[in-house]
């Protein structure tokens, strides 16, 4: 099944945590530590979706906020972009919007960090890998392609139970672009 098949048919609990896990993935650009996100990932554990969630959002926007604009490079603003985008009010319309934009965004920026990928290869071709059309896909791009596919299928097989490993498939991909970030930066120092 396709990853904007597995959008589609996603339930509220299973479309917060992929959006979640698409900026739990890309906290590094947004120069916060591996737990910022820990109280999101709680709230969906403990299914204070719908009650707690958007206080904790409020939260975690908090701790990490930052000058948009300020001359950063447009991975970190996509990032940024998904952070502000999270809706408050987590019902299941808001949360499918969100979580496809996140995807779309996660995708967007491995694109972009990944040194082996033609840049050439934009948006359509976003959509393309999406729809299941993975052929010549950069290594980067095809694991993040992967880990939100595996996300969406945990929940879906799981329910709440896929949580602890949907957070483990993100620890490792924000593990990878953690890596993938600090190369970048020494290599422009």
């Not at 099944?1 to 959008?7: A, E, N, Y």
């Not at 998904?82 to 299941?92: D, F, G, N």
């Amino acid at each position: 099944m396709s990853l904007v098949d597995l959008i589609a048919q996603a339930d509220e609990r299973g479309l917060a945590a992929s959006g979640l896990a698409c900026l739990d993935r890309c906290v590094p650009l947004l120069g916060g530590d591996d737990e910022i996100l820990r109280p999101l990932w709680a709230g969906l554990a403990e299914d204070a979706c719908a009650g707690d969630w958007g206080e904790r959002l409020e939260q975690v926007r908090g701790k990490l906020s930052g000058d948009e604009g300020s001359g950063e490079d447009q991975a970190v603003l996509l990032a940024r972009r998904m952070l502000a985008a999270a809706p408050a009010e987590p019902s299941a319309g808001e949360m499918r919007v969100w979580a496809d934009a996140c995807s779309v965004a996660a995708l967007q920026i491995h694109r972009i960090l990944d040194p082996l990928t033609d840049q050439k290869d934009g948006a359509s071709s976003i959509d393309a890998r999406r729809e299941g059309r993975t052929e010549g896909m950069s290594p980067l791009v095809a694991a993040e392609l992967r880990r939100q596919v595996s996300v969406l299928e945990l929940l879906a097989g799981h329910g709440a139970a896929g949580l602890r490993p949907a957070l483990a498939v993100s620890t490792e991909g924000r593990r990878v672009l953690r890596a993938v970030v600090s190369r970048r930066s020494r290599r422009r120092g």
